[in-house]
């Protein structure tokens, strides 16, 4: 007990939240894969009505047409290895597709020309063995994979991830055997770090009391589960901070290294620029000294250094304006809010699409609002960030994935940390966020598309 309280209480924090939060996902995801051993879906792909089913616990797939005799029949999990149709109740083997006791007994479903890795995409990487922790390779954390496994140019599209999360996980593979285990790892130990520098961060910013709650909120965000996944936010959050660290302590060169690194980490990084180049400004003889350009210069070419690699994969569009393999393009960030607004005033559009909007009317609320209750710089990046964040809009999903990206607007949660003063608001936002957080995990494990 002597040495716990010997540690710095932000590292005692981190690791106590870091621990609850934990154990509080590998119970849900136990759940989940104990009640719901099989992801099944009744949905139209390319005109064929097909059946679509994963099978948690061993991350077999199949795809099957699911109209006989000219009826479309609807599916539902029926054990582990079964599923059963709502018109008739008969029992079918999922990995023959044939119906093995009630009205439909000996009938075999016809496969579909749809394979099943273009609906759960692992992208030729290894598929981890273990059911739990397999729950948490999904989409991105595939492609990061497959990168480390095999280097870019393997996979069509793998240049739009950038490269020092993969680097990072081959560089680990030796010690774990497994590049999706490795990635998890990384995230794992990329969340705790942040948390611990989050704390101080915050601190700094109002009390103790406030700090802890606004960590909280983060933590029960509805996305938050991506801090465990092989995903990139918890490490572009590590390296966002200890950029900032590094300007409030005029290391300029060690500033631009961090800002470097985020960039190469998510493109987003940029956005660290604006306050690195604002806080320069305010020193004085103004770029008088190396260390001011050498810092500057190093992120710019981190950002070089990214287009270059896009070089080496694309013969067109290095510079991302139009990207039609994914539908997307660079448009002003207002026209990517308008074309949520659209979709959502003409009634197709779904849940996901809904949470999007709300979440980005939300942290724009919160950047506004509270503009003068923390440092300038910090608000720069958050403004910046959104910016960035909304200028590549997906003609499929608008305002893609801003549920997650979300998660690295740290300040703002500082933000809704002092509306949580009070205990209704207090109340309404844990409520919202943990119901949420619950059901887009759930989805995430059971391959539904959240961000």
Request: proline fraction near 4%; charged fraction near 15%.
């Amino acid at each position: 007990m002597q040495r716990w309280t010997a540690v710095d209480k932000a590292w005692r924090f981190a690791i106590i939240v870091f621990l609850a939060l934990r154990i509080f996902y590998a119970l849900w995801s136990w759940l989940i894969l104990t009640v719901q051993p099989l992801a099944v879906q009744n949905t139209d792909l390319s005109g064929e009505p097909v059946l679509t089913v994963f099978n948690l616990q061993s991350s077999q797939a199949h795809i099957y047409l699911r109209e006989i005799n000219g009826q479309n029949l609807m599916f539902r999990a029926a054990g582990i290895n079964t599923v059963t149709d709502l018109q008739t109740s008969s029992i079918w083997d999922i990995s023959t597709g044939t119906a093995l006791e009630g009205y439909f007994k000996g009938i075999r479903l016809a496969h579909s020309n749809i394979t099943p890795s273009e609906i759960f995409p692992y992208h030729n990487a290894k598929v981890y063995p273990i059911g739990w922790l397999a729950l948490w390779q999904r989409f991105d954390a595939n492609w990061y994979t497959v990168i480390a496994e095999t280097g870019y140019g393997s996979i069509r599209g793998d240049i739009h991830f950038p490269p020092i999360f993969p680097l990072l996980i081959r560089i680990l593979m030796p010690l774990f055997g497994n590049a999706f285990l490795a990635g998890l790892f990384i995230s794992h130990l990329a969340t705790l770090y942040a948390l611990k520098l989050l704390f101080d961060v915050l601190c700094e910013w109002g009390e103790e009391r406030l700090a802890k709650r606004a960590i909280l909120f983060m933590l029960v965000f509805p996305t938050s589960f991506f801090l465990f996944s092989a995903y990139t936010e918890s490490l572009f959050m590590v390296a966002a901070l200890l950029s900032f660290k590094q300007m409030k302590e005029h290391h300029w060169a060690w500033s631009g290294f961090w800002v470097f690194c985020a960039i190469l980490t998510r493109l987003q990084g940029i956005a660290l620029i604006i306050p690195m180049a604002y806080l320069i400004c305010l020193e004085r003889p103004f770029l008088r000294k190396p260390s001011y350009w050498f810092g500057l210069a190093i992120p710019i070419l981190g950002g070089i250094f990214y287009l270059f690699l896009r070089s080496r994969q694309v013969t067109r569009d290095i510079v991302p304006f139009m990207e039609i393999d994914l539908h997307a393009r660079l448009v002003p960030p207002w026209e990517n809010y308008w074309y949520a607004l659209q979709t959502l005033a003409s009634a197709k559009f779904t849940l996901v699409d809904f949470l999007n909007w709300a979440v980005v009317t939300l942290f724009i609320v919160l950047l506004v609002s509270g503009w003068h209750r923390i440092p300038l710089e910090y608000n720069l990046y958050s403004a910046v960030s959104l910016m960035i964040l909304l200028i590549r809009i997906v003609e499929t999903q608008p305002l893609n994935s801003m549920l997650r990206y979300s998660l690295t607007l740290f300040p703002s949660f500082f933000i809704l940390g002092l509306a949580g003063e009070n205990l209704w608001i207090r109340r309404l936002i844990l409520y919202t966020f943990i119901s949420l957080n619950l059901y887009l995990s759930a989805q995430f494990f059971l391959w539904g598309w959240v961000a």
